[in-house]
């Protein structure tokens, strides 16, 4: 772990891994909760770091952060939010295909994986989620489009994405879900923020591939 | 019974609605926004009797018509420029009454860019997430205003309007950015970073609410890798691949990829909302 001050107010925190990312994130939060980093206006944990801003004291806080023993993350006792979601988008193919699989087999193993929201970014309410096994990893199309429809599920390097308005967009496009993802409205605005546990479930019974053989391909 | 709004008789350019803004919601990829001049506003807003974080408007280049539907006290700050009630002259950086019914024109800015427009109870625009403040990066917040726009005011506050001797701070001649190196510059060559710390830079016309883009001497990257995003910061000082810094403002993106040469000072951000294309920029280190 290295912390780096940032301008007058905040300090970015780099990690080695994106899980103990996450932990710190979870540590950062737990402590908020308990009355600690009172200033602090904004904790941003990202890939491979956490920026807190409206930090009193960031140099002190830099010495102090890389002492602490930080509790590893553990599987959460709260359910996984299910996203309902269609396999229909027009990427499945080729996703299933740089995962040597037949795109029922991929809709399967996407919707096998237990997903957490790593960090939110690009738009409001769009979160990158981990958990699809790695190996799973796939390219960022070579031309994006201009606009992905709300609720398109997409993949990406390492995550999975749900738009939450029609924006322009590089990611490969495997479903569609009817969930809302921002809602200024409604409360919390944002049905993902980090650290949430996220499943994807096939929407239609008969559609979906929980008829497909199991343990085919993987990789 | 008065009807507390305005209709928008000319948008202007680019006009938008402002207050402090809805920070702490970054984790979500929700940008701050709020005034880019927040002196300027809240000056504004004293002058009417207002509390500093009521909804004012800012207008952009060539200012805004605006037709009140009650009588209600209005100060026009920021970038100077001329005032007219129906027609007639009247006072800049300074309360003036409107009359229900009358358009009170806001010029084009004499100097600098950005002159705000406080109504006395404020613009009482929809709240989203705490905030009356558009957004242009994720489009939060009320529309930009156009013609025939109505927009309600809020009641009358209770405190008297303001002095009218306050001091107003002049748009910048040459804008002098401090800013702390990192967290980043260990990507830019030696070379890189004496050319950000003392060349000049000019303001790029491509410059708006999201950042103020810079050109000049481009910064040679030391490292050549893709960055993993990561969060950011107002005053970021970032680099994109052509080199020119770009100084992220209020509607900055939340997390970002490319690598943050240098941070700038909150206290110096609101000269650069009010620094028009052309005007040189030097980058002060600071610790």
New interface residues.
């Given amino acids: 772990m290295r912390a780096?001050?940032?301008?007058?107010r905040?300090l970015?925190v780099e990690l080695g891994s994106g899980g103990e990312t996450e932990a710190l994130h979870a540590e950062l939060l737990r402590r908020r909760a308990a009355g600690a980093l009172s200033s602090v206006?904004?904790?941003?944990?990202?890939?491979?770091?956490?920026?807190l801003?409206g930090v009193e004291e960031p140099a002190r806080l830099a010495s102090l952060i890389t002492g602490w023993e930080i509790e590893p993350l553990h599987a959460r006792v709260e359910p996984a939010l299910d996203i309902p979601v269609r396999y229909d988008g027009p990427d499945l193919p080729e996703v299933a295909a740089l995962w040597g699989v037949s795109p029922e087999e991929a809709a399967e193993i996407h919707a096998g994986a237990e997903f957490r929201v790593a960090?939110?970014?690009?738009?409001?309410?769009?979160g990158y989620l981990t958990g699809l096994p790695a190996g799973y990893e796939v390219p960022r199309r070579a031309t994006p489009r201009t606009a992905v429809p709300a609720g398109a599920v997409a993949v990406a390097g390492p995550y999975t994405g749900v738009y939450p308005r029609t924006s322009p967009g590089g990611w490969q496009l495997i479903g569609t879900t009817d969930a809302v993802l921002w809602d200024?409205r409604r409360e919390p605005?944002?049905l993902l923020?980090?650290g949430t546990r996220v499943r994807f479930v096939p929407q239609d019974p008969q559609e979906a591939a929980r008829d497909v053989p199991r343990g085919v391909g993987g990789r | 019974m008065t009807d507390r709004a305005f209709a928008v008789v000319r948008a202007g350019a680019l006009t938008t609605v402002q207050d402090r803004g809805r920070p702490g919601h970054a984790h979500l990829g929700v940008p701050r926004s709020g005034a880019l001049d927040p002196y300027a506003s809240a000056l504004a807003n004293r002058l009417v009797g207002n509390p500093a974080d009521a909804a004012v408007l800012e207008t952009t280049v060539d200012g805004c018509a605006v037709r009140p539907r009650c009588a209600v006290t209005v100060a026009v700050g920021g970038a100077p420029c001329a005032v007219r009630v129906d027609g007639r002259p009247a006072a800049w950086g300074a309360p003036v009454r409107v009359p229900a019914g009358a358009v009170l024109e806001v010029g084009r800015a004499v100097r600098g860019l950005r002159s705000y427009v406080a109504f006395a109870g404020g613009v009482a625009a929809e709240a989203v997430l705490g905030s009356r403040s558009t957004d242009l990066l994720s489009g939060l917040g009320p529309a930009p205003l156009r013609d025939g726009t109505v927009l309600p005011l809020g009641p009358r506050p209770a405190g008297a309007a303001g002095s009218d001797a306050v001091p107003w701070p002049a748009a910048p001649g040459e804008l002098v950015l401090r800013a702390r190196l990192g967290p980043r510059d260990d990507w830019f060559t030696a070379a890189a970073l004496r050319l950000f710390t003392t060349r000049a830079y000019r303001v790029s016309p491509a410059s708006n609410r999201i950042g103020l883009r810079t050109e000049g001497p481009p910064l040679e990257r030391a490292v050549t890798g893709e960055l993993p995003s990561e969060g950011m910061v107002l005053g970021a000082v970032q680099v994109p691949p052509d080199g020119r810094p770009v100084v992220f403002l209020a509607d900055h993106p939340t997390t970002g990829g490319y690598p943050v040469v240098a941070v700038v000072r909150e206290r110096d951000l609101a000269a650069a909302a009010q620094a028009v294309p052309g005007t040189t920029v030097r980058f002060i280190p600071v610790r």
């Avoid at chain 1, 780096?4 to 007058?8: F, I, T």
């Avoid at chain 1, 206006?41 to 920026?51: D, F, K, Q, S, Y």
Wanted: aromatic share 10%.
């Fill in positions: 780096v001050v940032v301008g007058e905040a970015l206006t904004e904790i941003v944990p990202a890939a491979r770091t956490v920026l801003d960090f939110c970014g690009f738009a409001p309410g769009f200024p605005a944002a923020s980090p």
